[in-house]
């Protein structure tokens, strides 16, 4: 069988490693790397933008810059996780234009009420994760561009209430098209911030 056959550009040859920036050829040494090097850039001033897909983009390059050369850029392989598979590479750049045109289209979700706020974001969330227009760092882009959006939409989001596990979930379930349970999520992010 030969379906692992085709070999990852990102990775060093024979492995599931990405190619990285301080050559590191071990996945938990790489871990840690990335961990701490996003953390640090994470407590940095973000990109400004205007809730683009280029300030998208600008996001990852910000928090990946110093792990991988193609940090901010689209991925050019398939990918998936446990059975979801994502976009395929040659269509990541049009779903996106989509998706954020749709976002600017609404306004950039401002004026709307928590629950409605919610509603939208979630399903936002579900179609920006469909894509995962990245070879990695999708969940913490999200989660940075999400923050971002809520704060500019009113709706600031209280990070600390995020139960990291249970949002996972939550958005595996929305791959599967069933929005409810990231509904949820959504909505105790933006209501715990108003107690
Ligand atoms: N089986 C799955 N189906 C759909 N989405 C998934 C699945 N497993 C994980 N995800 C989502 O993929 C994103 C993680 O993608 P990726 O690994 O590229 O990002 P990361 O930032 O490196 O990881 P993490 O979010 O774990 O820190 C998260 O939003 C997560 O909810």
């Known amino acids: ?24 050829r071990d996945q938990a040494a ?25 300030h998208y983009q600008a996001l990852h390059r910000h928090l990946f810059q110093d792990v991988y050369s193609w940090a ?6 398939r990918i998936s996780k446990a059975g979801s598979m994502f976009c395929y590479p040659e269509h990541i750049a049009s779903e996106m234009r989509k998706l954020f045109l749709d976002l600017k289209n609404q306004d950039l979700f401002r004026g709307l009420t928590p629950g409605e706020f919610a509603d939208r974001a979630a399903h936002f969330l579900a179609d920006l994760n469909a894509i995962h227009a990245f ?41 599967r098209g069933d ?15 108003r107690k």
Do not use: I, W
């Not at 996003?38 to 897909?53: I, K, M, Y």
């Not at 989001?157 to 379930?173: G, I, R, T, Y």
């Open 1 to 24: 069988m030969f379906y692992d056959a085709v070999p990852d550009p990102y990775c060093y040859a024979g492995t599931t490693v990405l190619k990285n920036r301080l050559g590191l």
């Open 72 to 77: 901010g850029r689209f991925r050019t392989v």
């Open 135 to 175: 070879r990695e760092g999708n969940g913490r882009t999200q989660l940075v561009f999400f923050t971002v959006l809520a704060l500019q939409a009113g709706h600031p989001l209280d990070l600390d209430a995020l139960d990291p596990e249970a949002f996972l979930a939550a958005m595996v379930k929305s791959f």
């Open 179 to 193: 929005e409810a349970a990231l509904n949820s999520a959504v909505s105790r992010l933006v209501r715990s911030n």
């Open 30 to 54: 790489l871990d840690a790397f990335e961990h701490e090097l996003t953390a640090q850039r994470f407590d940095e001033p973000l990109p400004a933008g205007r809730l683009s897909v280029r």
